[in-house]
């Protein structure tokens, strides 16, 4: 008879972890909601705080620094044939709204003669300005022989910049009047963490983002340049494992970070390469862009084949990479991709590693 035998019970595969994707809920002009899902438990607080607090800072603008209103030495004087004093005027000019092409100084001019309403809309600029805002109100003539000249002087930043105080006005022309410039064109921001389920687990998280802006950027683009200048910001820290002396690689900070954070497997590469890049656990398209030659060739099983493969698909998506290239170019043949482009070549499991290799049949 023979004697039992008690197998051992069969390990549950590991769930595949879903990747995170984003999508736009709403979006017009001045006010976006959008969606990022599914995320671990907890990351949704640490993608949204940092995010929002970058919204409120951090968001390129123009704004008008300082005028000069002819006629008018300082801010105390009163303009006759206007209604509003100068300081109220002032206050109006901080509230005009600026689109701008272009990231540099500009003018903006007002000349306008006769009783009525005056506008933002009714100021002079140049092509690559636009007033977000034209039915501003600025000021009341109520003499048809008045006039009023202004001219405007605009300039890009970020955040709140306050008119300076005592000694650093002193070398200001007479009759130039600062302005506080408000340049953040971001108005307020929330974000809200939802539990959600992917399968049978009910611990993972949704966050809602909501953007509300000027109009002189649209809440999508201002999200994703928030986004860019936090992803270069944690880029800093990848290299925190190369040695001390040697020089940070920032040559790929250029990369946008969609493309940078891209998984491997978007790539489209052969089984045999995406197996030695995945077993070298790299995940993302950007851990590829920071090795250097030596470390692709290093990979196991990863030679000259698979280096040319690896650089025509990142010179599909428009990426290049100077180590990549240099490696494509000048290494020489590799004995580890011989027979390996073998479709039939099959890919078994290595118990005493626990890794996938290659059976070459030796």
Request: with cysteine; glycine share 6%; charged share 25%.
């Amino acid at each position: 008879m023979l004697d039992p035998q008690i197998l051992p019970p069969l390990r549950d595969p590991e769930p595949e972890i879903p990747s995170p994707s984003i999508r736009v809920i709403d979006s017009n002009d001045t006010f976006a909601c959008v969606a990022l899902e599914p995320l671990e438990r907890g990351y949704a607080t640490t993608v949204g705080n940092p995010l929002r607090r970058l919204l409120l800072s951090s968001i390129q603008g123009t704004a008008v620094t300082w005028v000069k209103i002819e006629g008018v030495p300082h801010e105390y004087t009163v303009i006759p044939g206007v209604k509003e004093e100068v300081m109220d005027l002032l206050l109006s000019v901080k509230r005009i709204r600026i689109n701008a092409l272009s990231k540099r100084t500009g003018k903006m001019r007002l000349d306008v003669t006769g009783e009525g309403r005056v506008c933002a809309g009714d100021i002079a600029v140049a092509s690559d300005y636009q007033i977000v805002n034209p039915e501003l109100h600025l000021a009341t003539l109520d003499n048809p022989d008045v006039s009023l000249s202004i001219e405007f002087n605009v300039e890009p930043g970020k955040g709140y910049q306050q008119v300076a105080q005592g000694d650093s006005m002193a070398g200001l022309p007479v009759g130039v009047l600062p302005v506080d410039a408000i340049y953040n064109p971001v108005r307020k921001v929330e974000y809200s963490v939802e539990r959600m389920m992917v399968g049978q687990q009910t611990d993972w998280e949704r966050l809602i983002l909501q953007v509300w802006t000027d109009g002189a950027v649209s809440p999508l683009a201002a999200i994703q340049e928030a986004s860019e200048n936090l992803v270069q910001h944690f880029f800093m820290f990848n290299q925190l494992s190369r040695p001390a002396d040697a020089p940070l690689d920032t040559g790929n900070l250029s990369v946008a970070s969609e493309v940078y954070l891209m998984p491997i497997e978007r790539l489209d590469l052969s089984s045999r390469t995406l197996n030695c890049l995945k077993r070298a656990k790299l995940d993302r398209v950007g851990q590829v862009l920071d090795l250097s030659s030596d470390e692709l060739l290093n990979i196991r099983n990863f030679g000259q084949k698979s280096l040319e493969e690896l650089q025509a698909k990142l010179a599909e998506l428009g990426v290049s990479s100077s180590r990549v290239s240099q490696a494509a170019s000048e290494a020489g043949p590799d004995l580890d991709d011989e027979g390996l482009d073998d479709p039939d070549v099959p890919l078994v499991f290595d118990p005493e590693d626990e890794e996938y290799d290659y059976d070459n049949g030796d």
